[in-house]
């Protein structure tokens, strides 16, 4: 059982991108139907996502229908680490897939 969140504000993570399912209760990078770039569990519900932070003072989100098939999956967690220096932030060119869920 984890105590602490498996990712912590400022940690840096790796994304497997490989397209395999989506595997429900596991993390992945994600850009949500607003564009943003996101970190979260996911579990296939009945019509749709469940979108899920392992941070407790954020509540659950569903997306459903066409909002749900809008998510693009950037990749699956696979690592992520704590970095003790200051590190000059890029936005890294992404690769995304499109999948219907529903």
């Known amino acids: 059982m984890r105590v ?3 990712i912590r504000d400022g940690d840096l993570i790796l994304l497997n991108q490989h397209r395999g399912d989506l ?3 596991e993390v992945y990078g994600l850009v949500d139907t607003e564009g943003d770039v996101r ?3 996911l579990a296939k519900i009945e019509g749709g996502l469940l979108l899920q ?3 407790t003072d954020h ?3 569903t ?3 066409e909002d749900a098939n809008r998510i693009r999956i950037i990749g699956r967690y696979a690592w992520s680490g704590h970095s003790h220096s200051p590190i000059i932030a890029r936005r890294p060119k992404r690769s995304t ?3 219907d869920w529903i």
């Open 63 to 65: 997306r459903s229908g």
């Open 4 to 6: 602490s969140p498996l």
């Open 23 to 25: 595997v429900s209760g």
């Open 59 to 61: 509540p659950p989100e």
């Open 53 to 55: 932070s392992d941070n």
């Open 39 to 41: 970190v979260k569990r």
């Open 97 to 99: 897939f499109q999948h």
